[in-house]
């Protein structure tokens, strides 16, 4: 047998391909958040870590994993509305600073909660797919049910996203919204709402994406799971462009896999050095992401 | 209005000189003291003279913060005479913290950038001087502190250029990135930076012998006396405020202002906007490291796990609820600092928290970022800009 799919470079990229559909994911969330309202938001993975947890305590009730994953999707939509309602909908036309500070003082607050409630000790969720790679001849390759698992929900997740956008209604108000509020108002869309909705959907998806890291048997669930992911998720989003769904995906991959191989060739301290010089170099080079047209700033 | 300048001047040097004598003769066991003491109180009484001087804040600006920052600081270390130790600790570690808050303070307030990454750049200033002080023992510590902030700044400006061409969000991820990643850098320099294990000062490190002859101390040991360390810090702190306020008004203060508020018009106006805002970048990383340093030198050990993610937006937050370009707002986010600490245990110990529980052990987070989202929402120019508003109402209202 052909020992190429068991070989070093193929177990990177498999590995590298499943941690970078999380940051893809995440990445996307900060996307649909910055298209709608134009935040990015620093608590991003503190809401659906909280919205994680709620369905965590639903799960202590010897319910299935299914109950879990759905309770949690649905705490976190309910996280996201009502964050925007209460919160955020007092930032829009304010200075740019002001969204990030609110932000941020969220995060810690949302972390600080959830510590106070669960404490800080990681709490784990047997999913139904078994974390142990597959075997070919003898030798493992770097590909788990749970893998699977993982790159199939993402893959779902962003084709679902996309449809919405592209083929339904709801999806071109949300468009339509985002690009032209004023416009959008006057031919009836009500955009306030949509605003709403594209906190939602985002805090849906991450949500999802903090389920599947809960989920790895390795990590499990804490107050701080998703600093860590947040932190390559924003790089993702801003490598591709804030504004490029797409991009976000594909640069989460992608520096996924790099990182990969820099952990396996060099050493677990290079990982986020390289990603922060991921992130300068592509800052310096394209200010507004890979993935996006360059546009004037309007004044 | 002479006479009303010139009664004031003189019911104030009046009592100074009362108090002086008062506590000269009831404290003093040495002579040396004495003339201590009676040196501090001359420098206040003349510092004081030539703030109220008519006019001179209009005439002589930066004179007249200088004698504000002497009749300051002089209060300030003569306090530190009657401190407890633990008070002058506590004194120390807020008045290091207040230089980080101003340079803050003055990259978010007078160029409208943002950094969530200033906690890993106190850390950056902290490790050079533990690196410094165990490697070239027979450095002045002054010097020392130099090198950390000329480190600091160095490091602000490799992560500043990007920053050239960045708006609010993209450059606040990045320095949340720069803060995330500072544990894995200081891990992969081990050998330098002893990773987690942090660093220990050499206790060769002493103060100047001109500083240790004048306070007649038992030890010549830096470490051993807070007091030092709160006068040291208390003294480079003073320096540091004198250095900002002067910047604040100064041309390249008001460049900055202007790219705050209209970076089209500053641009239109000949202004380079990269160099302007590396320029911010770095002073404020300059001032973070001089903090970290002070820190080092007060702790007499570096240990990388202060310098986290928290203590960056633990920074953000005192300088939203002091006031974002204010240097009064510094003072008071340093104060709130070295006594916030104390505040909530009293606080869970008289609430019937568990002190050992996950709840005290988050209450400073939640009350912190609680208290920025408040600020924020409700009075975004924070203590000192409420208070402004306060004063300008009053005056309105006297005046109508």
Redesign the interface.
Known sequence: MDPFLTSRIVSDILTGLTNGVIYGLLALSLVLV?RSTR??N?AQGAMPMLATYVGMVVFAHQLSYWTLVIVSIVAGFAIGGVTERV?VR?LYG?????P???M??????L???A???W??TPRGTPSPFSPIDWQLNGRPIALSAFSVYEIVTALVVMIGVAALFRFTKLGLQLRASALAPEVSRLLGVRVSRMLTFGWILSTGVGTICTVLVASNFFTGLTPQVM??IF?FG??AA?VGG?DSPVGAIVSGVAIGIILQFVGDYV???????T??II??IS??VR?NGLFTKSTARR? | MNWTRLKRREVLSTILIAVAVAITSLTTSSVRDGVAIGVMVAVAIIGIATLTANGLRATHPVLARAALTVVVLDVSLFATYFFSAITNFNLAIGAAMSIVLLGLSFLTGASGQISLGNGAFMGVGALIMGMWANHHTSTPIFITLLIAVAGGAFVGLLLGLPATRLRGPYLAGMTLAFAVAFTAIVNSFSSWTGADAGLQLPTAVTPPHWLSDFFSSQTTLLTVNSMWLADITILVTGVAFFFMANLFASRTGRTMRLIRDNDVAAELVGISLPRARVIAFMVSSAYAALGGALWTLINNSVSPSTYSLALSITILSLVVIGGIGTISGALIGGVIYAYSTNVISWFTAHTGINPQGNLANQLPGIIFGGLLIVTMLFAPMGIVGALRRLWSKRRARTAG
Not at chain 1, 94 to 98: D, F, G, L, S, V
Not at chain 1, 104 to 109: E, P
């Open positions: 910055w935040i990015l620093f919160l007092h304010k200075p740019e600073i002001n990030i500070v609110v941020v003082g969220f995060l810690i607050v972390e600080g909660v510590a106070a409630i404490s800080t600093d860590g932190a924003f790089i801003a804030l050493n677990s301290n290079a990982i986020m050095i990603a922060l992130l300068i800052l310096m200010p004044v």
